[in-house]
């Protein structure tokens, strides 16, 4: 429209020119004719006239093109400037500009640099800077723009110098005369956003691995009461999907019950909203009813989530499973119980006797006195032993309940502090936070061996024949998987058979060997022997090992709880193992002895009846 009308304007230029130069020499030589009516005089004037004429069109023409010339030289620099400008623009804008043609060969770029240079780009095909594994997509998304002038958008790899650098990639049409000329290519590197974004991955997913490998549930609401987070262990208990479900529907969906199991949670009564509410809550217990599996029992705490700057983002809430705790708890009641009637009904026997042979036999008042002062001792010995059994039931609840659930949780949210924090702790704090994590283990497994040793002394005993050959090959292959580089040379006598209680001969083994695999750890060459063997005409069985042996003047202090013969700095244990051996060598009526040497091992010889 600018190029029409500039032709236009050139065109009325020269169109009056005509006119004026037509109209000047038709009209100038009859104006002259009025005037003068000499011929030479009018030829003079015809000269000077034509002379002015050429005179005055030069000097129109010197000042027209003078001006036009200073438009166009004021014109160029303008466009000089914008040139400049816009060049400047492009090559210092923050993204990367590339034209490309239509058949995809680069026409500029505007990232060039002191390595760089246009040679390395120009005319050259755009495929040899993209990675391979997003040229697809690139490709992709020129078509498109190719196709229907679109603009799209794709990311790719680009790598230079064994660099890898990811970009963001806006593609669109520069279109001249209602035709795609070229495509022009706006780039911005992502790199740091990828990587801090792989970071955040990798992060999310060692949280995530983190929570859940603990095994109590773990569960987590938003701070509208809407479920949205819980862990393996939980899953596992319930057996349901995670799922964003609101307050109104946790009770139903999970099958939640109080701790009687019979009446239904509302939602005010859940652990989770109640902590979401009231701030925090523990020690709630509660029942879940799966819909596949055994009625599951659990006891509660939870917290308020706040942020930094004090607003509430949600609430967790910790399960811990008390399922066996209830049952043992249930049984020890049962078995006390027993107990306690088994002392009534013997106690009114001795009484219903004692009041027999105080009316048959008068004449033995003086041995019926005695025995009457023996029935009340045996009354106030059942007295005791009545307290010492309530004490005892308290003591084990307290054991499997109070002290196990806050020791698991010392534990699990150490390891959480471990392994989330590790990088702002110094390396004292790291070594005491590890002394915390081992010691409550320790203090776990202490609780464990205290828990056994109390069933074995309640547990009744079912004999049968046992061959102790496969059940101590068993154990030992357990020891030699876990540490495979130990030289070790083993010995087990084929088919020792004895008639015992299987699942007690098998922790009497256990604790045995395992104390032979411990205390011949420091050998190069480990040597643990099971045999038969005949001692004073009677058949025993013993167990031998080059270990580091003990002073034998010690040998009583071995089967007592508690005792230990050795530092734990120098051999792990709760010194509750060979206690446990001795209960069960009771109870089966057998005999257990030991001999030992220090430096050079010991031997433990086991006698078993066949009754």
């Known amino acids: 429209m600018n190029s029409i009308r500039k032709e236009w304007k050139s065109f009325r230029i020269v169109i009056i020119y005509i006119i004026i130069g037509a109209l000047w020499i038709v009209f100038s030589d009859k104006v002259l004719g009025y005037f003068v009516s000499d011929s030479k ?27 036009q010339l200073g438009k166009l030289e004021k014109a160029n620099l303008r466009l000089k400037e914008s040139e400049v400008r816009w060049a400047s623009y492009v090559k210092n804008a923050p993204n990367i500009i590339t034209v490309i043609n239509t058949d995809l060969k680069i026409k500029y770029t505007n990232r060039i640099n002191e390595v760089s240079t246009l040679d390395m780009f120009i005319g050259k095909d755009i495929n040899n800077f993209i990675a391979s594994e997003s040229l697809l997509s690139a490709l992709n998304a020129i078509k498109r723009t190719l196709s229907d002038g679109s603009i799209n958008f794709y990311e790719n790899l680009f790598i230079d110098d064994n ?27 992502i790199t740091e956003q990828k990587r801090i974004k792989e970071k955040l991955e990798v992060e999310r997913e060692l949280q995530s691995a983190i929570f859940d490998s603990i095994e109590e549930g773990i569960v987590v609401c938003d701070e509208n009461g809407v479920l949205n987070r819980f862990n393996e262990a939980t899953r596992r208990f319930h057996g349901l999907p995670e799922k964003p ?52 029992s659990f ?114 949210f150490s390891s959480i502090i471990s392994e989330l924090y590790k ?13 915390i994590i081992a010691s409550s283990h320790k203090m776990e497994q202490l609780i464990n061996d ?10 009744e005993i079912v004999k049968s024949e046992v061959d102790i050959s496969v059940i101590s090959e068993e154990i030992i292959n357990k020891y030699q998987k876990a540490e495979p580089e130990r030289i070790t040379d083993i ?41 038969k063997a005949i001692i004073n005409n009677t058949n025993v069985i013993f167990i031998k090992d080059n270990g580091v ?16 013969l050795h530092t734990e700095s120098e051999f792990a244990g709760t010194g509750i193992g060979m206690a446990t051996v001795k209960r069960i060598v009771r109870k089966h009526n057998a005999q257990i002895n030991v001999e030992s040497k220090i430096g050079r091992g010991t031997t433990f010889y086991l006698t078993f009846t066949n009754k």
Not at 398 to 404: C, G, N, P
Request: hydrophobic share 35%.
């Open 41 to 67: 005089t009018i030829l003079k004037l015809q000269t000077i006239k034509g002379w002015f004429y050429v005179l005055s069109t030069g000097i129109l023409l010197y000042y027209l093109i003078f001006r």
């Open 163 to 189: 660099n890898e650098r990811w970009f963001t990639n806006k593609v669109g049409p520069v279109v001249i005369d209602n035709k795609i000329d070229s495509l022009i290519i706006i780039s911005s590197d």
């Open 245 to 296: 479900i609101p307050a109104e529907e946790w009770s139903q969906h999970y099958n939640l019950f109080f701790a009687n199991g019979i009446n239904p949670m509302k939602k005010e009564d859940v652990p989770l909203y109640r902590a979401l509410k009231e701030g925090k809550v523990s020690n709630i217990e509660f029942v879940v009813k799966p819909v596949n599996g055994e009625h599951l």
């Open 299 to 412: 006891v509660s705490s939870g917290k308020k989530l706040i942020n930094k700057t004090g607003d509430c983002i949600g609430a967790m809430a910790t399960m811990h499973n008390v399922t066996e705790q209830k049952k043992a708890e249930n049984e020890i009641r049962d078995l006390y119980s027993k107990l306690e009637q088994k002392v009534k009904r013997r106690t009114e026997e001795l009484e219903i006797k004692n009041k027999k042979i105080t009316e048959s036999q008068q004449a033995l008042a003086f041995l019926l006195e005695d025995m009457n002062e023996s029935s009340e001792q045996l009354r106030k010995t059942n007295e005791k032993l009545e307290t010492a059994n309530k004490e005892m039931e308290a003591f084990s609840y307290s054991v499997s309940h109070d002290l196990r659930a806050p020791l698991t949780r010392m534990a699990g």
């Open 423 to 435: 990088d702002k702790l110094d390396e004292k704090g790291i070594h005491y936070l590890n002394r």
């Open 450 to 459: 205290i828990l056994s040793l109390s069933r074995i002394s309640r547990q």
């Open 491 to 531: 010995k087990i006598e084929e088919s020792i058979k004895i008639f015992c209680d299987p699942k007690l001969i098998t922790i009497l083994l256990e604790n045995i060997l395992s104390n032979a695999w411990k205390f011949t750890s420091k050998n190069k060459k480990a040597i643990i022997e099971i045999g």
């Open 549 to 564: 042996g003990f002073d034998v003047k010690y040998s009583d202090k071995v089967f007592l709880p508690f005792q230990r």
